[in-house]
């Protein structure tokens, strides 16, 4: 069984960063790509920056330049979170592909407000 305990949410003003963190354990055979993803009210999921397997990072329109996706040895993946809005006020989660499936952590509120 795979588990993402992911960390690093909370309150910011904005114009503040955050840096969040997901940490996988469990048999994780061969991981593919992991990612963050984000949830506002009343907002469907939305992917915020990826990192594939081979360390290609794709980004969001509204987060580029801002946000920076990073995966350490460990396979730990952490998103560096810059210039922050209200906007970017959501329910934040890690999410891992590997050749097993996919998993999703329990994710983590950031709220972005002065």
């Known amino acids: 069984q795979v588990q993402l305990v992911e960390s690093g949410g909370g309150l910011v003003q904005p114009g503040g960063s955050l840096r969040l963190s997901c940490v996988p354990s469990g048999s994780i055979f061969v991981l593919l790509a992991m990612g963050w993803y984000r949830q506002a009210p009343g907002k469907q999921r939305e992917s915020v920056a990826t990192?594939?397997?081979?360390?290609?990072t794709d980004y969001a329109d509204s987060v580029k330049g801002r946000f920076t996706i990073s995966r350490d040895n460990k396979n730990t993946v952490y998103l560096q979170m810059n210039s922050l809005q209200p906007e970017d006020t959501a329910v934040y989660y890690c999410n891992i592909l590997t050749t097993t499936g996919r998993y999703w952590g329990q994710g983590t509120q950031v709220t972005v407000s002065s």
């Open positions: 990192i594939s397997r081979g360390g290609d």
